[in-house]
């Protein structure tokens, strides 16, 4: 899969690639993960990506013409394989079942990064007009600065479900569940004095148990 991320700030986001599995998932070869500057298919001169808008009011709103240049120059798979994901505050609620879902159907992932007060509300039907499959989604109820964190998040959420990705199928907390985990020392003792000790059931090499213990405490 590979996933295609547009943003105004590319910085942001790079480093986060660049680092654990994510980072191991693409020199792999299991995914890709493409970061463009969306200022660079601006046509002016000072590279303007944003503008007053329409009607009055506070801040700025994200052009039209750069996201769509950028979009049809750097996203060629069949568009039936492409999702373009939209962040927006007010967008779908993004949930795992989505991320397992989104892992199986498509072959490419664009997402465009807003910011501001917004992107101008043609960009919606101008996408579907073309053929693309767009979805407008949101990482949570709260708001964000820009929509960095959010494309971070689903390629993430999407990359893991991915095989080989985490290494083990097994490793996927839907499958193993989530539990209470522990690791060497035995015994903590903290500033103080206090013993925090690992539960016993655990030491016992009794996997019968041991599962059952998890099974107790799981939250999957």
């Excluded at 980072?23 to 200022?39: N, P």
């Excluded at 290494?167 to 925090?196: D, H, M, Q």
Aim: net charge positive; hydrophobic share 35%; glycine share 8%.
């Amino acid at each position: 899969m590979t996933f295609h991320i547009f943003t105004i700030f590319p910085e942001a986001i790079k480093g986060y690639f660049e680092t654990s599995i994510l980072k191991r998932a693409q020199q792999k070869k299991l995914i890709k993960i493409k970061i463009y500057d969306i200022r660079k298919y601006a046509k002016d001169k000072h590279k303007t990506t944003d503008d007053k808008p329409f009607g009055g009011g506070p801040g700025m709103v994200m052009k039209i013409e750069p996201i769509v240049k950028a979009i049809k120059s750097k996203v060629k798979s069949q568009k039936s394989k492409i999702l373009v994901i939209l962040t927006s505050a007010t967008g779908k609620q993004f949930e795992q079942k989505m991320a397992s879902n989104f892992s199986k159907k498509y072959k490419d992932i664009a997402i465009i990064c807003g910011r501001y007060e917004g992107i101008d509300e043609r960009l919606k039907k101008i996408l579907r007009d073309l053929g693309y499959n767009l979805q407008e989604l949101s990482i949570g109820p709260y708001i964000l600065t820009g929509g960095e964190i959010p494309a971070m998040a689903v390629v993430d959420a999407v990359s893991r479900h991915l095989p080989g990705v985490l290494g083990k199928k097994e490793s996927l907390e839907e499958i193993k569940g989530s539990y209470p985990v522990y690791t060497r020392p035995e015994v903590f003792f903290a500033p103080g004095g206090k013993k925090y000790k690992v539960p016993k059931v655990l030491l016992s090499g009794n996997h019968k148990k041991i599962k059952e213990w998890r099974v107790k405490r799981g939250k999957l």
